[in-house]
């Protein structure tokens, strides 16, 4: 029995001094590829004047005063979870550039597309500089509407204007000379069920012109999708289009920018749940229609300040609410129309270390059962520190 112990030691001991040898063996991936490391640590401090809906950390709109018991209820908040972690890793092969881009945040629940931490982006980069061609696959921002406003609300007016995600994409991009860009894609949100009916994708495509003018740079784009859909086993199949414009002027130290879009059945894909589709009496499922758009006009006062204002609309189909069968659960998401007015300033304290306040002010437009409207207002202000890096 001895014996056995002293051999299983000298096992060991060889073990141990032959690991660190075929440690030190492997490449540091530091030396492989360019690896780059971001985040930042973000607070976010509240007040809400009334009840907002579809969202509690980010605004949606102000809630159904005619469903929610105190609407106009005030509260506060303390929010951290827009920190977040990114790191990327590149590499030349032969005139081709590999790059591969994962990012997390403290959005989301356990379900979906949303995991804690959460999967903000995930994908692989090709591209061939010399074709001015790119294939990205895996979770990146949806690839057309590509602008944001600059809110310091996470929500950058979901709702109210704005059309954004982040979602799954096979996407191809080709650059030609004189500053155009082509983009094709196939968009998918992940599936939750095997019983789910969707069995395609969207189809996108964008054409941006990129051009100088009066020391400026400055950008145009159209934007188009259609998906072809079926919500449930027992429901006709629908069709889900969209078309949208962009526009952004950058005469520093100013910066304008902004969106319009229509569309009919764009849904959950682009943050707009609750006026994707609806039942009318007849329990057929129909696709709603809307159109809505955002502008806001950013001013570099010095290099240490800068203030922005906005303004989002989100106008959907009157006669598609008024058609609706709401389920009790979307009562608060449904509207006639929404908007957002805000105004913010970031003031930079030191190196990567800033300070910012934001007021935003929204109002949902309904309609009661007997066909009269009224209007549900909210306000929110916000004092946000931010530590980047």
């Given at each position: 029995?001895?014996?056995?112990?002293i051999?299983?030691?000298?096992?060991?001991?060889?073990?141990?001094?032959?690991?660190?040898?075929?440690?030190?063996?492997?490449?540091?991936?530091?030396s492989?590829?360019?690896?780059?490391?971001?985040?930042?640590?973000?607070?976010?401090?509240?007040?809400?004047?009334?009840?907002?809906?579809n969202?509690?950390?980010?605004?949606?709109?102000?809630?159904?005063?005619?469903?929610t018991?105190?609407?106009?209820?005030?509260?506060t908040?303390f929010?951290?979870?827009?920190t977040?972690?990114?790191?990327?890793?590149?590499?030349?092969?032969?005139?081709?550039?590999?790059k591969?881009?994962?990012?997390?945040?403290?959005?989301?629940?356990?379900?979906?597309?949303?995991?804690?931490?959460?999967?903000?982006?995930?994908?692989?980069?090709?591209?061939?500089?010399?074709?001015?061609?790119?294939?990205?696959?895996?979770?990146?921002?949806?690839?057309?509407?590509?602008?944001?406003?600059?809110?310091?609300?996470?929500g950058?007016?979901?709702?109210?204007?704005?059309?954004?995600?982040?979602?799954?994409?096979?996407?191809?991009?080709?650059?030609?000379?004189?500053?155009?860009?082509f983009?094709?894609?196939?968009?998918?949100?992940?599936?939750?069920?095997?019983?789910?009916?969707?069995?395609?994708?969207?189809?996108?495509?964008?054409?941006?012109?990129?051009f100088?003018?009066?020391?400026?740079?400055?950008?145009?784009?159209?934007?188009?999708?259609?998906?072809?859909?079926?919500?449930s086993?027992?429901?006709?199949?629908?069709?889900?289009?969209?078309?949208?414009?962009?526009?952004?002027?950058?005469?520093?130290?100013?910066?304008?920018k902004?969106?319009?879009?229509?569309?009919?059945?764009i849904?959950?894909?682009?943050?707009?749940?609750?006026?994707?589709?609806?039942?009318?009496?007849?329990?057929?499922?129909?696709?709603?229609?809307?159109?809505?758009?955002?502008?806001?006009?950013?001013?570099?006062?010095?290099?240490?300040?800068?203030?922005?204002?906005?303004?989002?609309?989100?106008?959907?189909d009157?006669?598609?609410?008024r058609?609706?069968?709401?389920?009790?659960?979307?009562?608060?998401?449904?509207?006639?129309?929404?908007?957002?007015?805000?105004?913010?300033?970031?003031?930079?304290?030191?190196?990567?270390?800033?300070?910012?306040?934001?007021?935003?002010?929204?109002?949902?437009?309904?309609?009661?059962?007997?066909?009269n409207?009224?209007?549900?207002?909210?306000?929110?202000y916000t004092?946000?520190?931010?530590?980047?890096?």
């Amino acid at each position: 029995m001895r014996g056995w112990v002293i051999k299983l030691l000298v096992v060991i001991l060889c073990l141990g001094l032959a690991l660190p040898a075929l440690v030190a063996a492997d490449e540091p991936v530091t030396s492989k590829y360019n690896v780059k490391i971001w985040g930042r640590v973000k607070m976010d401090y509240t007040y809400d004047t009334a009840q907002f809906v579809n969202y509690n950390d980010f605004l949606g709109v102000p809630a159904d005063s005619q469903a929610t018991a105190n609407q106009t209820n005030d509260s506060t908040d303390f929010n951290g979870r827009d920190t977040r972690l990114g790191f990327s890793a590149s590499h030349d092969v032969d005139g081709w550039a590999g790059k591969g881009v994962v990012e997390l945040d403290f959005y989301g629940t356990n379900s979906g597309d949303n995991l804690i931490p959460r999967l903000r982006l995930g994908y692989a980069d090709l591209a061939n500089k010399d074709w001015g061609t790119s294939i990205r696959a895996g979770q990146d921002w949806t690839p057309v509407m590509q602008l944001n406003p600059s809110t310091i609300d996470f929500g950058i007016l979901s709702a109210t204007g704005n059309l954004w995600w982040r979602r799954p994409q096979l996407t191809v991009r080709q650059n030609v000379e004189g500053g155009l860009e082509f983009l094709v894609s196939a968009m998918l949100a992940r599936r939750q069920s095997t019983a789910s009916e969707s069995r395609m994708p969207w189809l996108l495509g964008r054409v941006a012109y990129s051009f100088d003018l009066a020391g400026g740079k400055h950008m145009a784009a159209v934007n188009g999708g259609y998906q072809h859909d079926k919500t449930s086993a027992t429901a006709d199949s629908i069709d889900r289009t969209l078309l949208g414009a962009e526009l952004k002027f950058d005469f520093d130290p100013v910066l304008v920018k902004g969106e319009f879009w229509w569309g009919e059945g764009i849904g959950g894909d682009f943050l707009r749940y609750g006026l994707d589709t609806y039942t009318n009496g007849a329990g057929d499922v129909r696709t709603w229609e809307a159109w809505g758009f955002w502008a806001d006009v950013t001013y570099k006062i010095m290099p240490k300040w800068s203030v922005t204002a906005g303004f989002g609309l989100d106008n959907p189909d009157d006669d598609g609410y008024r058609r609706a069968t709401i389920a009790a659960g979307d009562i608060n998401r449904t509207f006639t129309e929404a908007y957002n007015a805000f105004v913010n300033t970031w003031y930079t304290l030191g190196p990567d270390v800033k300070v910012g306040f934001e007021a935003m002010f929204l109002t949902a437009e309904r309609e009661k059962l007997n066909g009269n409207s009224f209007k549900d207002k909210g306000e929110r202000y916000t004092l946000s520190l931010y530590y980047g890096f």
